[in-house]
């Protein structure tokens, strides 16, 4: 299915403020954001932006979510530390790759592989819902103004100065990823790479809820992974729940199997 408009109210905390104008301006031309009817159609919820000095919410009903690095922000910690990432191992970026990550999401991953691929490398994020595109392209453009890194430890501000830097590398695209590979010629990029949402939701979890009000939940087809396999030079690489016959059905073979761990990444090496 094509990417659809999504249409949104808006709030400006500090009406007066012309920043904050020119932020609700920036979201009004975003490919797919529309200016909702004052009144919801059929009394269904209309989301909210609200735009703060501190930075974008988008409200609905009781669930509140903003852009925020936070994993992203560890796992770059730990890498400096020397640890190893999992979704580095699986898709092996080493620095002047070109990524192609088909379900941008909030752009933790993608943020992750823009550091991974340094200065020389790039990354493309392809996300479905117009609001998730939107609001991670201005979390992503306004992400060094927002957080400043005096007083933090040593390893916390590198990781942020790390993400600052990678920041920038990350192209948003709001498009269906199977439209945009189509379009794409032969082995254009390095590694694509999906983590499409699961079929079974944990609604437990605080940190992924809100996420799935918006995100698009479509499964995986056969013919998406055979354009994902044209354009990718290394490797396509598949994030799934543990056990998940996704890999089968799509053709992955499980290379990141951790024991503890509630996901496997399945990779299909280009010839
Ligand atoms: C589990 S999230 C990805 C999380 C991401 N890896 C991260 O690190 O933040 C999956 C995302 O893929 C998007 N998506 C699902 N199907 C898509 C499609 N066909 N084209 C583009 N985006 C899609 C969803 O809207 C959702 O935002």
Known sequence: MNAQPFPIRFKLTHP????????????LHQPGIILAA??????GTVSELHISRKGVILLSG??????????????????ERGQADRFLGATGLTPGDALLDATLGLGT????????????????????????AALVKDGLATL??????VGVSAAKAKAWVGLFEAA????????EHGEFLKNLGDQTFDVVYFDPMFRRTRTKSASIRPLHAYAEHGELTRETIAAACRVARK????????????????????VESGRYSQVDYGVIESD
């Open 16 to 27: 007066g403020d012309q920043s904050l104008h020119a932020k609700l301006e920036w979201f």
């Open 38 to 43: 004052v009144e919801p159609l059929q009394g």
């Open 62 to 79: 009781e669930e509140r979510l903003r852009f925020h690095p936070s994993m992203a922000l560890l796992r770059l910690m730990n890498l």
């Open 109 to 132: 991953d993608a943020l992750v592989a823009a550091f991974a691929v340094g200065p020389q490398g790039s990354v493309v994020g392809i996300e479905q819902a117009a609001i998730l």
């Open 144 to 149: 060094g103004a927002r957080h400043d890194v």
């Open 168 to 175: 920038p590398r990350i192209q948003v695209c709001w498009e």
């Open 235 to 254: 490797r396509v690489v598949l994030k799934e729940r543990k056990g998940s016959r996704e890999f089968a059905r799509l053709g992955f073979e499980v």
